[in-house]
């Protein structure tokens, strides 16, 4: 059967339309590790369309525009270290929503929101 999508890429994937692109990428680069993998540019160069790779997961982003203004999600992520994550997106200018802690079930899990209004919920599984 012939591939319906790139190889590595998840089916799904969030797509972010923010203002300030480029600083939204830097700070995902800064915070998860983010890796570029496609990229194209509108004439007068903003980001029409970016891909990165978070993980295991594929993530797209454009600029917006008065056709398409800006969106924000709330996403919950795993990564290795939830307290070092989210100690570093406060240093990077995020807005902390929660420290991390753990309730009832396995993950430690804190809060963050980030410059355009994203809200972040960083998890590490303890159990």
């Not at 999508?5 to 939204?24: E, T």
């Not at 998860?32 to 993530?59: C, K, N, Q, T, W």
Request: charged share 25%.
């Amino acid at each position: 059967m012939k591939e319906f999508k790139p190889s590595g890429y998840n089916s799904l994937s969030p797509y972010f339309i923010v203002n300030d692109a480029p600083r939204f990428v830097q700070l995902l680069q800064d915070l998860f590790g983010a890796a570029e993998l496609r990229r194209y540019e509108m004439p007068d160069g903003r980001i029409m369309h970016l891909e990165l790779r978070l993980d295991d997961s594929v993530i797209m982003v454009s600029e917006a525009t008065a056709e398409y203004p800006a969106n924000s999600f709330l996403l919950h992520f795993y990564v290795p270290d939830a307290q070092e994550v989210y100690d570093r997106a406060i240093k990077l200018g995020c807005e902390g929503m929660q420290e991390p802690v753990q309730k009832e079930d396995p993950d430690l899990r804190g809060m963050f929101r980030d410059y355009n209004g994203n809200v972040w919920s960083v998890g590490t599984q303890m159990e």
